[in-house]
Structure formats: structure tokens, C-alpha cells
Antibody, heavy 123, light 106 residues
């Protein structure tokens, strides 16, 4: 059974850097075709993709946010870490960690989601 | 940047068929996923690669891609299907979500 759980601060101040950790189980991020990514959702609004880390260390970032995002993995700890710099109140959202899988054809599919963690940006 | 357009809301009577559309440029050349999100919960994948159902998703959920529009169809809609639904595709190595559709079962 695949599970993912997000952890990190619930409150950050404007201009600070947000660091969130996704701790997962039930799969290995060294397995071909597997990825772990991040999606966020501001209160009452739609989902927004942030970034995705693949088993082979390849990364994809949202074009609109890529200058602020860093994603890293620690395969031995089954963790993926997201850092987002220069936080602003508009970044207030629930941040989800997601498992992605690449099938024999077609693009990656976000098949399992974590429970999400709420982050508020306020002074 | 690429955009996916969904109707903000759709209403359906219990037992009837609900159709939720998602439109975008050259959508027929992409594979779409659909996610269900109930209040206070994480999204759940209900359709991938346009029309495939993950294990555990009821057969009443189906998907199609007609070129400019992808459609999520829920046959015999139940009260438990009331939720927000999001379409999603990949475009130029980036993930794009639709704005979401609130399905009301009344």
C-alpha cells in the first residue's frame, strides 16, 4: 500500500523560505517509472502543479514558479523535500505530495495523493 | 500557457447521468486524467489516459476524448459522487489542471 505524508511549518512569514517534507512508504523512488511531486491548492481554488522528481533524478518544474522551487530526494529515507523561496501571502494553500507512475505509454499519472498540509503565509 | 476550461458547476438528479466537460487546444492529442475531490479531502484519481479506471473506482465512472473536449461521465449518479472534479493533462512537459467543476446531486 502506497502512502505519502507531508510535514512542515503551518505558518511562514512573507519573504521566508518554505521547506516541506514528503515521507512515503510502499514504493521506492529508485524504481524506474516512479516519481514524487507536489501540487498545491489555495483555499477555495483549483489545484496547481508545482514540481515533480523522477526516479532517475530528472526534475520538472512549473514554468511560472520554477525560479523559486527546489525539489530533492533522499532515497534511503524515502523522503522528498520541497523548498519554495520568497513566500508571499498568495502562496497560502494546502500543499499535497503525490506519487506518479509512468505506464508503458502516455504521460505520468498522479495516482496516489498525500493528505496535504496547510501552509499560511502571514506576518 | 496552456489552459483547460471546465464549467464551474453541474447538477444532476440521483440515478441520472452526469457529464462534466473539459476543453483545451488540441486536447485530442493529449491524455487526460480526472480527479475527484470531496470537501476536506485529498483528490482521488478516477480516470487516467482518457478512459481508464484505476482499481477500486466504480464502473459508473467513465471518460472519453473527442478531440477538443474530454468528458467525465458518471452513470447512475449517487449522492456520494457529489464533489469537485478536476481534469488534468501534460503540456510541454508541464502539468495543467482545469479550474474544477462542482457536481451537485439533487
Amino acid at each position: 500500500q502506497i502512502t505519502l505524508k507531508e510535514s512542515g511549518p503551518t505558518l511562514v512569514k512573507p519573504t521566508q523560505t518554505l521547506t516541506l517534507t514528503c515521507t512515503f512508504s510502499g514504493f521506492s523512488l529508485s524504481t524506474s517509472g516512479v516519481g514524487v511531486g507536489w501540487v498545491r491548492q489555495p483555499p477555495g481554488k483549483a489545484l496547481e502543479w508545482l514540481t515533480l522528481m523522477y526516479w532517475d533524478n530528472y526534475k520538472r518544474n512549473s514554468p511560472s514558479l520554477k525560479s523559486r522551487l527546489t525539489i530533492t530526494k533522499d532515497t534511503s529515507k524515502n523522503q522528498v523535500v520541497l523548498t519554495m523561496t520568497n513566500m508571499d501571502p498568495v502562496d497560502t494553500a494546502t500543499y499535497y505530495c503525490v506519487h506518479s507512475i509512468l505506464y508503458s505509454y502516455g504521460p505520468d499519472v498522479f495516482d496516489i495523493w498525500g493528505q496535504g498540509t496547510k501552509v499560511t503565509v502571514s506576518s | 500557457s496552456y489552459e483547460l476550461t471546465q464549467p464551474p458547476s453541474v447538477s444532476v438528479s440521483p440515478g441520472q447521468t452526469a457529464s462534466i466537460t473539459c476543453s483545451g487546444y488540441e486536447l485530442g492529442e493529449k491524455y487526460a486524467c480526472w480527479f475527484q475531490q470531496k470537501p476536506g479531502q485529498s483528490p482521488v484519481l478516477v480516470i487516467y489516459q482518457d478512459s481508464k479506471r484505476p482499481s477500486g473506482i466504480p464502473e459508473r465512472f467513465s471518460g472519453s476524448n473527442s478531440g477538443k473536449t474530454v468528458t467525465l461521465t458518471i452513470s447512475g449518479t449517487q449522492a456520494m459522487d457529489e464533489a469537485d472534479y478536476y481534469c488534468q493533462v501534460w503540456d510541454n512537459s508541464a502539468v495543467v489542471f482545469g479550474g474544477g467543476t462542482k457536481l451537485t446531486v439533487l
